[in-house]
C-alpha cells in the first residue's frame, strides 16, 4: 500500500541553524501539507502546497518557513533559522481530490 | 472557525469492552476524518466520512455522522490492549487543511 515517507526521524539542531525536513508524498496525489505538534499539544497546519505554490498556510507559517517541490517526488520544509520553540513533530501529508490526507511518521525536531 | 474537539478527553477501558469517543464541530464540512496517533508515533488515518454518509464501518471502527447537530462518533467494539492510542477527529471544506481537536486518549486495560 502506498505511503507518505519522511527523512530524517529524528533532526536535532543548534538555535540557528537552517534545517530541511524532506517528505515523499504518495505518487499520485495532488496537495501536500506541512502539519506540526508540540509535544503534548494539537496538530497544527503550516501549509499546503498544489500546482507548484503554496494554496494556504497559517500565522505560524512566518518568513522563517520555505516549502519546495524540486522534483516530482521530492517535498521539502526549510526553516532558515531555527528557535527554540521550533522543537515539534513535523508531519507531511498528502491527498487526492477527495482531501484523505494521508500522514508521514513525522520528524522529531529538537533545537537545543 | 472548523476546529473539531473530542470528548471525553480521556477514556479508559477493559479489553472486549466497546469505546465511544465524540466529536463536534461548528463550521460546515466536506468531510471528517479520524486519526489514531500512538504516543510520540505519527498519524494513522482511520476513517473519512463525507457530509452525505452517516455511518461507515471499517473492520471494529464504527463512524456516524450528523451534520444537523455538527457531531461525529467513533466506535471501535471489542478492543484490545493494542487500540491504546490518542484518537483524534479532523475536519475538512473542499481541499482545506484538517483542523484537529486535542483528541480522545484511550487506555485499554488488558
Known amino acids: 500500500e502506498p505511503e507518505v515517507t519522511q527523512t530524517p526521524s529524528h533532526q536535532v539542531t543548534q538555535m540557528g541553524q537552517e534545517v530541511i525536513l524532506r517528505c515523499v508524498p504518495i505518487?499520485?496525489?495532488?496537495?501536500f501539507y506541512w502539519y506540526r505538534q508540540i509535544l503534548g499539544q494539537k496538530v497544527e497546519f503550516l501549509v499546503s502546497?498544489?500546482?507548484?505554490?503554496?494554496?494556504?498556510k497559517s500565522e505560524i507559517f512566518d518568513d522563517q518557513f520555505s516549502v519546495e517541490r524540486p522534483d516530482g517526488s521530492n517535498f521539502t520544509l526549510k526553516i532558515r533559522s531555527t528557535k527554540l520553540e521550533d522543537s515539534a513533530m513535523y508531519f507531511c501529508?498528502?491527498?487526492?481530490?477527495?482531501?484523505?490526507?494521508?500522514f508521514g511518521p513525522g520528524t522529531r525536531l529538537t533545537v537545543l | 472557525s472548523q476546529q473539531g474537539e473530542e470528548d471525553p478527553q480521556a477514556l479508559s477501558i477493559q479489553e472486549g469492552e466497546n469505546a465511544t469517543m465524540n466529536c463536534s464541530y461548528k463550521?460546515?464540512?466536506?468531510?471528517l476524518q479520524w486519526y489514531r496517533q500512538n504516543s510520540g508515533r505519527g498519524l494513522v488515518h482511520l476513517i473519512l466520512?463525507?457530509?452525505?454518509?452517516r455511518e461507515k464501518h471499517s473492520g471494529r471502527l464504527r463512524v456516524t455522522l450528523d451534520t444537523s447537530k455538527k457531531s461525529s462518533s467513533l466506535l471501535i467494539t471489542a478492543s484490545r490492549a493494542a487500540d491504546t492510542a490518542s484518537y483524534f477527529c479532523?475536519?475538512?471544506?473542499?481541499?482545506?487543511?484538517?483542523?484537529f481537536g486535542k483528541g480522545t486518549r484511550l487506555s485499554v486495560i488488558a
Open positions: 466520512i463525507r457530509s452525505n454518509e
Open positions: 463550521t460546515s464540512i466536506n468531510n
Open positions: 502546497f498544489y500546482n507548484n505554490e503554496i494554496s494556504e
Open positions: 479532523a475536519t475538512a471544506s473542499g481541499n482545506t487543511p484538517l483542523v
Open positions: 505518487s499520485n496525489h495532488l496537495y
Open positions: 501529508a498528502s491527498s487526492d481530490r477527495d482531501n484523505e490526507q494521508f
